[in-house]
């Protein structure tokens, strides 16, 4: 399976055109959304529109700029757009599970009650996290002007718990392009350039 991901475009940082067409020559499976890709809800069309139009499925949770009503609307007028936020996806035989939204609130007791309930469905390294705020204490939520990690503490425990395969996330400019790994699993955020992701037998997971 190829993945296709991205986050904080806040509307032109990338050009949409330029996204569009690394899309398009990497053809993926799947592209994912990591949250703020307006800003402050302005834009929403001009960047949804054309990924829509590119006919693959599109996983979207919002960031810190957009709200849950708009990432709904968005999922009921487009065709290829998912809403992913507290929900359970499969897709070409992977998992996805997804909680967007956040700023800079490190815990969030509403969320792991969330996880709870669906624990019986999160199997150790079957299946793929995708959230907005970055992981606390990891080279992505490192904030260099306040000499502090700023990241939830929340998915942390999450991530600690339930193993997921991979961690896609956003939110911290700083963070942007940046790796690490928490027991066995991979942290990325792809930035608004997007990065491709293949996730191959075994587990084996590669990214360009």
């Known amino acids: 399976m190829k993945i296709f991901a991205f986050t904080d475009l806040h509307i032109n940082r990338i050009p949409i055109q330029h996204l569009v067409l690394r899309i398009q020559k990497a053809q993926p499976d799947v592209l994912i959304c990591c949250g703020d890709f ?7 069309h001009t960047v949804i529109r054309p990924l829509n139009d590119l006919g693959i499925p599109l996983l979207l949770i919002h960031g810190n700029h957009e709200s849950l009503e708009e990432i709904t609307t968005i999922a009921q007028k487009y065709t290829h757009v998912i809403n992913l936020h507290e929900r359970i996806v499969h897709l070409h035989g992977v998992t996805f599970f997804g909680h967007g939204g956040g700023g800079f609130v490190q815990t969030d007791p509403v969320f792991l009650k969330l996880a709870t309930r669906l624990q019986k469905q999160f199997q150790p390294h079957q299946f793929i996290f ?3 705020m970055p992981v606390y204490n990891t080279s992505l939520d490192y904030l260099p002007w306040m000499s502090a990690h700023r990241g939830n503490k929340s998915y942390r425990a999450f991530i600690e718990k339930y193993l997921p395969r991979l961690v896609l996330c956003g939110h911290f400019h700083e963070g942007e392009g940046k790796q690490d790994i928490i027991m066995g699993t991979p942290l990325l955020n792809p930035g608004p350039a997007g990065k491709i992701i293949k996730i191959e037998i075994k587990n084996k997971i590669k990214t360009t």
């Open 38 to 44: 307006t800003i402050f809800g302005k834009g929403v």
């Open 130 to 132: 995708v959230c907005h």
